[in-house]
């Protein structure tokens, strides 16, 4: 069975640039989540998706981050524009339902100079 | 204080056992994890026990729960290389609610 696939693994980018990272989650996952993992720290959730709807969005700098899931399969979330503080792993991860076992995907390494 | 507290280091000798504790505030956490995440990997669950369990054994894992003290432990047996890795205590409440992870224990295993 596919894991939940995330790309691109690495970005670097300047601040005040856009981003965007994508999650393809594991096949007949309704729920999707979003993570940020800044060094040193544990995953920190960001939003979650039930199938194409919100669940959570709480912790999200709506401000400049936004995540979207139309069709209730692949994610994408994106940070417009990027601080120096957006520098963290954003990982993805994926659930039959929700309050069962996250599967997660390898993250994408974001760098903001 | 944090939510969830670890201690960042531990190292232990190939062969002896591991013992990585974490301490949590919230009396509500009805499920509580641990995870482990090595280099370039996806974070990977180990284990996990219910809030109405003291203690669970899988392998070479035993996990041990204090609710009371609300205070975790994660003890793996004859430690081996692969076993380097960080090892993230979790919980949880009731319902849907979100995983709170902790900063994670780095274990480093000498050969």
């Known amino acids: 069975e596919a894991g939940v696939a995330q790309s691109p693994r690495y970005k670097i980018i300047e601040k005040r640039q856009s981003v965007a990272f994508w999650c393809n989650p594991i096949?007949?996952?309704?729920?999707l989540y979003w993570y940020q993992q800044i060094l040193g720290q544990g995953p920190k959730l960001l939003i979650q998706f039930q199938n194409n709807g919100v669940v959570d969005d709480s912790q999200l700098p709506k401000d400049r981050f936004s995540a979207e899931r139309l069709k209730g399969v692949d994610s994408t979330l994106k940070i417009q524009p990027a601080k120096l503080e957006d520098s963290a792993v954003y990982l993805c991860?994926?659930?039959?339902?929700?309050?069962?076992?996250?599967?997660f995907g390898p993250g994408t390494r974001l760098t903001v100079l | 204080g944090e939510d969830v507290e670890q201690s960042l280091f531990l190292s232990v000798r190939e062969g002896d056992s591991s013992v990585i504790n974490c301490t949590y505030t919230?009396?509500?956490?009805?499920?509580l994890y641990w995870y482990k995440q090595e280099p370039g990997a996806g974070l990977q669950l180990l284990t996990y026990?219910?809030?109405?369990?003291d203690m669970k054994q899988d392998q070479r894992l035993t996990v041990l729960l204090n609710k009371k003290d609300k205070h975790l432990s994660l003890r793996i047996a004859d430690t081996q290389t692969g076993d380097s890795a960080i090892y993230f205590c979790v919980r949880r409440g009731s319902g849907n609610t979100p995983l709170v992870f902790g900063k994670g224990t780095r274990l480093s295993v000498i050969a």
């Open positions: 026990i219910f809030s109405n369990m």
């Open positions: 096949s007949g996952h309704a729920t």
């Open positions: 991860a994926s659930s039959l339902g929700q309050g069962s076992e996250q599967f």
């Open positions: 919230d009396s509500s956490s009805t499920y």
